[in-house]
């Protein structure tokens, strides 16, 4: 159920209801535009992963900046975006069962869609799709290229399944998918490197295969908010998928030579308890914050750490009990995970120079299906 918002424009940030998903408008425009300026002179085009935004408005101020369109994890985030006047969408991962195809088949009237498959399973299901909708659907063959999740090997494997795409009348073969998820969070510089050199070697040997037999990729896509610098230089993908890169989280921030974004999203929590000395409760736990990757970090109180969560509790700790936020203060939490952090929260409450900007619906919440 879509809760009522925690805030109205005008209101000061300190009045705003807590846990609150907070987003730093002034950071947030810096990450949109210096990622805009970035890719400016390399050639390659930015397909946004609102996976981690879920929101058409946000998906739209991207493509404003030069954004060729939007990427998602699911059906029910295309169907959200495509509603909301997103006209360019790609489904980067496999969908295989027919309802949800031919729910991705419907959304052809609104956007130009695209889905990924691995498989001759998959592309059968996609074809049967199209062929009930009466049109042609356009498929990118994943490859693995290092992440060891989806994706056929790179190589013939991949140029058998773009051929047996081109020679259907209700598909068009649409391009490569080459993601390398884990290597965003791969620490040090090196790591990255090594990694997505690996992946572009690959990559970059099914490209040529595939123009050898007469196919061209539209689009070769991948790369992400770690690493996207990495898949530039390479000179092989066309498209780079980054997300995170709008709000960042602190994860991101424990890689040795971090992404060049601000941090610009928050939870907005309250001290609901202060019932000893060195230690303060928020309102702010599981329900709220992603902890997956690591607890949030509480940002502006320098030796103040958030020690632990429960579902409606976070337990904030410091050896010196006066740097401790005080009963009824707010707080602002960086989460470890920007993605399902966004997930929890149905509005985005706009702030800027302390005060309400905008409230934004997390449109795609919970769009599993």
Same mark, same amino acid.
């Given at each position: ?58 998906? @739209?101020?991207?493509?404003?900046? *030069?954004?060729?369109?939007?990427? %998602?994890?699911?059906?029910? +985030? =295309?169907? !959200? /975006? #495509? ?56 498929? @990118?063959?994943?490859?693995?290229? *290092?992440?060891?999740?989806?994706? %056929?090997?790179?190589?013939? +494997? =991949?140029? !058998? /399944? #773009? ?62 908010? *770690? ?14 998928? #980054? ?127």
């Amino acid at each position: 159920m879509l809760q009522a918002p925690p805030a109205e424009p005008g209101m000061r940030e300190e009045e705003v209801d807590t846990p609150a998903l907070l987003l730093d408008l002034d950071a947030f425009e810096h990450n949109l535009d210096t990622m805009a300026a970035i890719l400016a002179p390399t050639g390659a085009k930015l397909r946004a992963h609102a996976k981690t935004h879920k929101s058409p408005i946000i998906a @739209l101020q991207q493509m404003k900046r *030069g954004a060729i369109g939007q990427c %998602v994890q699911k059906v029910a +985030e =295309a169907e !959200a /975006l #495509a509603w909301g006047g997103v006209p360019d969408i790609l489904v980067s991962n496999e969908v295989i069962a027919p309802r949800k195809l031919a729910r991705l088949a419907a959304l052809s009237g609104l956007a130009k869609v695209a889905v990924c498959a691995d498989g001759e399973h998959g592309i059968a299901a996609i074809e049967s799709a199209a062929e009930a909708a009466g049109l042609r659907m356009t498929v @990118l063959v994943e490859i693995d290229c *290092g992440g060891g999740r989806c994706g %056929v090997a790179p190589g013939p +494997e =991949a140029v !058998a /399944l #773009a051929e047996r795409i081109a020679g259907s009348r209700h598909l068009i073969f649409g391009g490569l998918q080459s993601y390398h998820g884990s290597a965003q969070h791969y620490r040090t510089p090196a790591q990255r490197q090594q990694a997505i050199g690996a992946a572009a070697d690959g990559t970059r040997r099914t490209v040529e295969q595939l123009r050898q037999r007469g196919l061209d990729c539209a689009i070769v896509g991948g790369a992400g908010t *770690g690493t996207f610098r990495n898949e530039l230089a390479s000179g092989v993908w066309n498209e780079i998928q #980054a997300g995170s890169y709008a709000f960042m989280d602190a994860d991101y921030g424990r890689n040795d030579d971090p992404p060049p974004f601000r941090q610009s999203l928050f939870v907005l929590a309250q001290v609901m308890s202060a019932p000893r000395p060195g230690l303060a409760v928020v309102d702010a736990g599981h329900k709220a914050v992603a902890i997956d990757s690591g607890p949030p970090l509480v940002h502006g109180f320098p030796g103040v750490t958030y020690a632990g969560a429960s579902d409606e509790h976070g337990t904030l700790k410091a050896e010196d009990p006066s740097a401790l936020p005080r009963l009824g203060q707010s707080v602002r939490l960086v989460p470890g995970h920007c993605d399902p952090t966004v997930d929890r929260h149905d509005w985005y409450v706009g702030v800027r120079k302390g005060r309400v900007e905008c409230l934004w619906p997390v449109a795609a919440r919970g769009g599993m299906a």
